[in-house]
């Protein structure tokens, strides 16, 4: 994969001088350690997102790109956390994605191989299930109440100012509209969900062409 402007190097002391910024602890020696030590395998798992994102360039990953810069700071904080057990460097990471990306997004979460952020601007996502081929829009959130967890389906899209909380169940290739509240609720497969009279959860069918617009798949 072709690192745009960058070599992988050039990289390593972006993300370093990045977090010295966000985290001025001097501590950036240690958080440089573990990022090299796990780098290939975050850009690894960047390059199969980029490569499956339709309006992404493929084999191409651009840092200057927020979405993919988003991303990216997500894999990295996950792969250094699920293979070394450390956890100093990804909360920084985690921390850096907040302070330059407004995103919520912690490093012990699963996200899928492949997710679509089209703005990044005041996601939060907790600890739910995530499907493969997500699309994610600012102002999104996903929140579990007390040990309810959302279950979120394949090749679902949620739209802006929308959520998804508790035991609510959103399934494959369903679609959460522009500021709706899917909470303790069930989208069945393929149907958008929006807020109808009175707030209430109204379904129609869903465009089964939809995820063409973001995936290549």
Request: neutral net charge; contains cysteine; charged residues 20%.
């Amino acid at each position: 994969m072709k690192l745009v402007d960058h070599t992988r190097e050039s990289l390593l002391g972006y993300l370093t001088a990045q977090c010295a910024h966000v985290v001025p602890d001097g501590r950036e020696a240690q958080f440089r350690k573990l990022a090299d030590a796990h780098l290939d395998q975050a850009l690894e798992r960047m390059h199969v997102c980029i490569n499956a994102c339709a309006p992404w360039r493929p084999d191409q990953f651009n840092v200057l790109q927020s979405s993919q810069h988003c991303i990216f700071l997500y894999f990295l904080s996950h792969t250094i956390w699920k293979e070394s057990g450390d956890t100093a460097a990804p909360t920084r990471l985690f921390l850096m994605n907040k302070a330059f990306n407004g995103i919520d997004l912690f490093y012990e979460i699963a996200m899928p191989p492949v997710f679509y952020i089209g703005h990044s601007v005041g996601i939060v996502l907790a600890k739910a299930t995530y499907g493969n081929f997500l699309v994610l829009y600012q102002n999104s959130t996903v929140g579990r109440h007390k040990a309810d967890i959302p279950v979120i389906g394949e090749g679902v899209v949620i739209y802006p100012n929308s959520c998804v909380i508790g035991r609510s169940v959103v399934e494959d290739g369903a679609v959460v509209s522009q500021g709706a509240r899917v909470v303790n609720r069930h989208v069945p497969k393929g149907q958008v969900a929006f807020n109808g009279e009175g707030g209430q959860l109204t379904l129609r069918p869903g465009a089964p062409d939809l995820l063409d617009e973001y995936f290549r798949r």
